[in-house]
T-cell receptor
Framework: EAGVAQSPRYKIIEKRQSVAFWCNPI?????LYWYQQILGQGPKLLIQ????????DSQLPKDRFSAERLKGVDSTLKIQPAKLEDSAVYLC????????????FGPGTRLTVT | KQEVTQIPAALSVPEGENLVLNCSFT??????LQWFRQDPGKGLTSLLL?????REQTSGRLNASLDKSSGRSTLYIAASQPGDSATYLC?????????FGAGTTVTVRA
């Protein structure tokens, strides 16, 4: 079974620029998550989708971050404009259902904002 | 509010020594607990998932125990190898999202 795919793997941008990340979850997984992991910390949930609907985006800085999951499969996470503190690894994960199911993570995208 | 703690933050051992990694959580009403491995700059690889009804789970050299009443889980890695060097994170579901510890970074010296 193919795992969670993410691209790009690395991205370096200057502050105030915009950036987009892409995620393709495991086939058949209805739930998709975006996490932000700052160096030295555990991942923090940014947004969760159930099919193509948003379940939780309470931790998403909506003034600069946006995410969508069209057709309930692939998802994109965008940052515009980026700040220095957005430098982190952005992890996408998927699971079969919402609650209590094992989450499978992609390789992540390492973002550096200079 | 569920808080997950991992102590120590870093650990260095000689090759062959057994590793003991600790994870504690404040709310014992959990569905399961998951242990992950993370290599530098990479994503998370799931190692073991222990359901709340289980006391332990084993996979190869890895064994994870769960004591819900005391809010603790321990990951044992037998006969450590340099390839085991990585950061190990534990996580518990809080509703639908995972609450992570900050991880323990392990270095196995050859």
């Amino acid at each position: 079974e193919a795992g969670v795919a993410q691209s790009p793997r690395y991205k370096i941008i200057e502050k105030r620029q915009s950036v987009a990340f892409w995620c393709n979850p495991i086939s058949g997984h209805a739930t998709l998550y975006w996490y932000q992991q700052i160096l030295g910390q555990g991942p923090k949930l940014l947004i969760q989708f159930q099919n193509n609907g948003v379940v939780d985006d309470s931790q998403l800085p909506k003034d600069r971050f946006s995410a969508e999951r069209l057709k309930g499969v692939d998802s994109t996470l965008k940052i515009q404009p980026a700040k220095l503190e957005d430098s982190a690894v952005y992890l996408c994960a998927s699971s079969q259902t919402e609650q209590g199911n094992e989450q499978y993570f992609g390789p992540g995208t390492r973002l550096t904002v200079t | 509010k569920q808080e997950v703690t991992q102590i120590p933050a870093a650990l260095s051992v000689p090759e062959g020594e057994n590793l003991v990694l600790n994870c504690s959580f404040t709310d014992s009403a959990i569905y399961n607990l998951q242990w992950f491995r993370q290599d530098p700059g990479k994503g998370l690889t799931s190692l073991l998932l222990i359901q709340s009804s289980q006391r332990e789970q084993t996979s190869g050299r890895l064994n994870a125990s769960l004591d819900k009443s005391s809010g603790r889980s321990t990951l044992y890695i037998a006969a450590s190898q340099p390839g085991d060097s990585a950061t190990y994170l534990c996580a518990v579901p809080v509703g639908y999202k995972l609450s992570f510890g900050a991880g323990t970074t392990v270095t196995v010296r050859a």
